[in-house]
């Protein structure tokens, strides 16, 4: 088993903390730790460090190898371990290509069978309880080697325009003695894997109260497990410009050629036109932290559900996000707001418009204030 960590993501819909420089992923906010620190020490409950590779752009080389030293104490002679395995997208190609160039590393550089099942998993999600979910990770390798794309899915709590869903065909599951844990104390016990009908984009509030009533809807977590020789085949069968930057070609040329590679998601190359396709419902806490309101949802709050991160004064104040970077932010008699403060930004939001927030940032780009 290897495990997939997508740091290369330049996502900014937690602007104004969260910059195209400096994305979401790297971010430590109200906490110790990143996203991507977390993401590491999830996945090191499961697999050895060297069996970690990690995809980001060479943008955010110097972030991930920073923060890896501070997960692992790196001294100032001795920065970065050399056993992490650490590939350096020259530019960013969205997930089907990374998915693709970390196949081929672990294949040709680690010498690694393609039998070998590799999870795939993005950098900024939260997860929770760990245990629950390293888990359901063991669990899933078993159907992963039989040939399936195994995607994650999440049961919806509500109706939730800010993901995209799984449909799942929930008539007939993939029975298997071997998914249920002999131990009773076990977190996860007696689940059921399904085959994808189909995948759907982020809906309308309408749509999304549909799926949420017709419980066979997931909520798309982006993470997937598969044997490299699936991947590969499924690429061949529904992604051959990708496939054949890859076939017959050493490592070193994909990544150099890798300019060349189509922008597409993992989803639209592969998952919606594959027959290969399973879902495992995941009976955990998780959320791609998406906008300041996923923000706030997962969040610890006070007495009057604010969330307060930072030099926050406030009376009066309910329901409501503050961040404060530097600048002390007093609030009185305010409710249902965002407020963010950086040394240049001030955003001020009704909650519930997070998913807007990447319209300022486009604004501020045209007038290239940003």
Do not use: C
């Amino acid at each position: 088993m290897k495990t997939v960590i997508l740091a290369g993501g330049s996502g900014t819909r937690l602007f104004p903390m969260s910059r195209k420089k400096y994305p979401k992923q790297f971010l430590k906010i109200g906490d110790e730790k990143s996203l991507f620190q977390k993401t590491i020490e999830r996945n090191l409950l499961v697999v050895n460090l060297e069996d970690l590779i990690i995809v980001t752009n060479e943008d955010y080389q110097f972030h991930v190898k920073d923060q890896l030293s501070e997960l692992f104490g790196y001294s100032a002679v001795q920065p970065f371990n050399n056993s992490i395995n650490l590939i350096l997208e020259p530019v960013g190609r969205n997930t089907a290509p990374a998915i693709a160039l970390a196949a081929k590393f672990v294949l040709e550089k680690l010498n690694i069978p393609e039998d070998e099942v590799l999870f795939v998993f993005p950098s900024d999600h939260i997860i929770s309880p760990m245990e629950r979910f390293v888990e359901y990770m063991k669990k899933v390798e078993e159907i992963a080697k039989k040939g399936y794309i195994v995607t994650f899915g999440i049961r919806p709590t509500k109706p939730e325009t800010g993901y995209g869903y799984i449909e799942a065909d929930t008539t007939q599951p993939l029975n298997n003695p071997s998914l249920t844990s002999t131990n009773p104390n076990s977190p996860v016990n007696n689940f059921a894997v399904y085959r994808v009908k189909q995948f759907h984009e982020k809906p309308d509030l309408e749509t999304a109260r549909k799926y949420l009533a017709g419980g066979n809807y997931y909520w798309n977590t982006g993470m997937f497990a598969f044997t490299i020789r699936t991947i590969f085949e499924e690429l061949e069968k529904h992604a051959p410009e990708i496939y054949e930057k890859v076939k017959d070609k050493a490592f070193e040329e994909v990544q150099e050629n890798f300019e060349s590679m189509p922008d597409i998601s993992i989803d639209y190359a592969v998952m919606e036109k594959t027959n290969k396709s399973v879902v495992l419902p995941l009976d955990i806490t998780w959320s791609d932290v998406g906008s300041w309101d996923a923000f706030y949802e997962v969040m610890e709050k006070d007495e009057n559900e604010n969330v307060k991160v930072g030099n926050v004064i406030d009376i009066d104040t309910r329901n409501s996000l503050v961040l404060s970077d530097k600048r002390v932010v007093s609030t009185i008699g305010i409710e249902d707001l965002v407020i963010i403060e950086t040394d240049d930004v001030l955003l001020v939001a009704k909650r519930g418009e997070g998913q807007k927030v990447r319209e300022i940032v486009k604004k501020l780009r045209e007038k290239k204030e940003i």
